[in-house]
């Protein structure tokens, strides 16, 4: 495996477990960075260790203990982080990410920057890439990250699970955690890739892990069952030369049919808490996707309700945009559109993507190239960039 890989696979459980040793998040992110920056410098040439992870974990200890003493803080503080654990000690805390999230999600933080620091800390997610996630600026989110990290050391915030009692207070923002971190890796916001694959190996593990604690709670049943849906579907997403495959043109054969069948067994679970929550309503959608024969066999009807059902229980536009194209597909695209025409996402390509696909299924195709553009001005993924290019020169062709 080479160093690329190592920092994908295994960054954000090292900055969970450098964080517990050292009680300070810019202290363990700096560490970090510069025990991966040591070793561009010297594995090309020594070859890496017998284990890289460790070797990076003790390497990132030094680093702190440097930094603290070039900060001249007491030297006793120096001592107890060397003492945190053995100098070739690896990451042998499977919970440290669940401990970090909820950390980073406790009742004390905002809670936009509860979620903004786990994506940053946990999953590595670049600044840009989390203000794309809360459609908001980059330098907006940054302030957001310094006042989250300055609250969680002033305020002493313990670096814990929470107790059993105090566990459903904490769920929620920790489920949202958990589905942005999915999300980012299932349809990148920025880059060439659409699909980041540890992003949502890491996500399923946390929901998983989530599941585990809280066995009798449904939402975290109802949460692993979307990403599973989703996730057995995502080989197919991109074709082999990395370009967008939409849901209708995907070969369900590729799907993994094992994933779906644990997915729809959770959401069934799931669904018999009343009222079902917003992530057992949305696993209830993904599943009629996944479970379709066909593309033409889709139950929009139902997904159509269950849309509106769900724009009761957690409204807002990025649902009503999803309920619009399903109440399209279901009643007819004239419909569909009128529904769209009363969304407003400022900075949100897909409501310009999806009214553009309905322009062109209606043959309205000067339109449909308008709303391809105006698409194409706010994606930042390329392949989403390059999908949308064609689109529109599709419709410029066929309007020639």
């Known amino acids: 495996m080479n160093l690329a890989e190592l920092h994908r696979r295994d960054r954000g459980r090292l900055l969970a477990t450098l964080i517990r040793t050292l009680g300070d998040f810019d202290l363990a992110e700096d560490a970090l960075q510069e ?82 620091l786990t994506l940053r800390t ?58 942005l971190v999915f999300n980012e890796g299932y349809s990148a916001s920025f880059g060439a890739a659409v699909v980041r694959s540890e992003l949502c190996g890491e996500a399923i593990w946390l929901g998983r892990a989530l599941l585990e604690l809280l066995p009798g709670e ?10 599973l849906f989703h996730d057995a579907r995502r ?7 990395g370009e967008l495959v939409l849901l209708e043109d995907q070969d369900r054969s590729r799907w ?14 799931a669904l018999r808490a009343r009222p079902p929550g917003r992530y057992a309503i949305q696993a209830a959608i993904a599943g009629l996707h996944a479970q379709a024969a066909s593309a033409a066999a889709t139950d929009w009807a139902q997904i159509a309700a269950l849309y509106g059902i769900l724009a009761t229980v957690d409204p807002s536009p990025v649902v009503e945009l999803n309920r619009a194209v399903a109440v399209a ?3 007819g695209l004239e419909r569909g559109l009128a529904l769209l025409e009363t969304i407003q996402l400022p900075g949100y390509h897909l409501l310009p993507a999806a009214r553009a696909d309905l322009l062109r299924r209606l043959g309205r195709r000067a339109e449909a190239a308008e709303s391809y553009r105006a698409a194409l001005a706010l994606v930042t993924n390329d392949a989403e960039r390059r999908f949308l290019e064609r689109r529109l020169r599709e419709v410029a062709e066929r309007r020639a």
């Open 35 to 116: 025990a991966f920056a040591a070793a561009v410098a010297q594995w090309p040439a020594e070859g890496p260790p017998r284990n890289p992870s460790a070797w990076l974990l003790s390497t990132a200890r030094h680093k702190a203990i440097d930094q603290v003493r070039r900060r001249a803080l007491l030297e006793r503080k120096a001592g107890e982080i060397a003492a945190g654990a053995a100098p070739d000690d690896e990451m042998d805390e499977p919970l440290d990410p669940l401990r970090l999230i909820f950390t980073c999600c406790h009742p004390a933080l905002a809670p936009d920057a509860r979620v903004a």
């Open 122 to 179: 946990v999953c590595g997610l670049t600044t840009e890439e989390i203000a794309r996630a809360f459609l908001v600026s980059a330098p907006t989110l940054a302030q957001r990250l310094v006042r989250a990290k300055a609250k969680i050391r002033d305020a002493r915030i313990p670096y814990t699970v929470p107790q059993p009692a105090d566990l459903p207070a904490r769920l929620e923002a920790v489920l949202e955690v958990v589905y």
């Open 218 to 227: 449904g939402e975290p049943r109802g949460l692993l069952a979307l990403m």
């Open 235 to 241: 080989a197919t997403r991109t074709s082999e030369d």
């Open 256 to 269: 993994d049919r094992a994933r779906i069948a644990e997915a729809a067994q959770l959401v069934e679970q």
């Open 329 to 331: 597909m279901a009643d």
